[in-house]
């Protein structure tokens, strides 16, 4: 089975710099994903992690430990448009493994304060 | 925009109804996956497509059924409609990338049982 956490709630301001971390147990593996969702609207892709290490894209960045089975979302320099739900994601290997489903953690929602 | 449409944007019907959601992947996208989210259970996926043939199915209800038809969108069949069954059914589309395929989300179906 699938078990992903990741924090309920976070809250921040305006230009800050926020970590949203999460933490999963699986019994495959092949890649986590970040995604963002506003409410009421659909997830937008944000990120991939498939090797240790840290991927960077402009103010988000995203970190992957398979050993530690724990990923993060770093978000700079916040907007209140960053206010949302980020939701982590992981990959199953499966059969055939490109072509695997997606588990989803319950997200985070991010309050950004002015 | 993602590429993936999904119609209609809103559904009310009434308990023990059937109803029909329909998602049209992004261009050259072989994959179909359906997604249910209501505010209790977060996204659950239910079943995913490949170029017209079942490849996973998860938490799916033996009241939905699903099929992907050879121009390659996917419908997803709800009955004997029940009021749990009110959320917002996803509809995501990817093509495997060595590895690296990615889920797009469509807008959604709102769907509300009374």
């Known amino acids: 089975g699938q078990n992903i956490d990741q924090p309920t709630e976070m809250t921040a301001t305006e230009g800050a710099i926020v970590q949203i971390n999460c933490t999963y147990q699986?019994?495959?593996?092949?890649?986590l994903f970040w995604y963002q969702q506003h409410a009421g609207e659909a997830p937008t892709f944000l990120s991939y992690n498939v090797l240790d290490g840290l991927e960077e894209k402009g103010r988000f960045s995203s970190f992957l430990s398979r050993s530690k089975g724990y990923s993060y979302l770093l978000l700079k320099e916040l907007q209140m448009k960053d206010s949302a739900s980020y939701l982590c994601a992981v990959r199953d290997g499966g059969r055939g493994s490109t072509l695997g489903r997606l588990y989803f953690g319950r997200g985070t929602q991010l309050t950004v304060w002015p | 925009d993602s590429g993936v449409t999904q119609t209609p944007k809103h559904l009310i019907t009434a308990t023990g109804q059937r109803v029909t959601l329909r998602c049209s992947p992004r261009s050259g996208d072989l994959s179909v996956y359906w997604y249910q989210q209501s505010l209790d259970q977060g996204l659950q996926f239910l079943i995913h497509?490949?170029?017209?043939?079942?490849?996973a199915k998860g938490n799916i209800l033996e009241r939905f059924s699903a099929q992907q038809f050879p121009d390659l969108h996917s419908e997803l069949n709800l009955s004997s409609l029940e009021l749990g069954d009110s959320a917002l059914y996803f509809c995501?589309?990817?093509?495997?990338?060595?590895?690296?395929?990615?889920?797009?989300f469509g807008p959604g179906t709102r769907l509300l049982v009374l």
């Open positions: 497509y490949y170029n017209g043939e079942e490849r």
């Open positions: 699986t019994s495959g593996f092949n890649g």
């Open positions: 995501a589309s990817s093509i495997p990338l060595a590895g690296r395929e990615t889920q797009y």
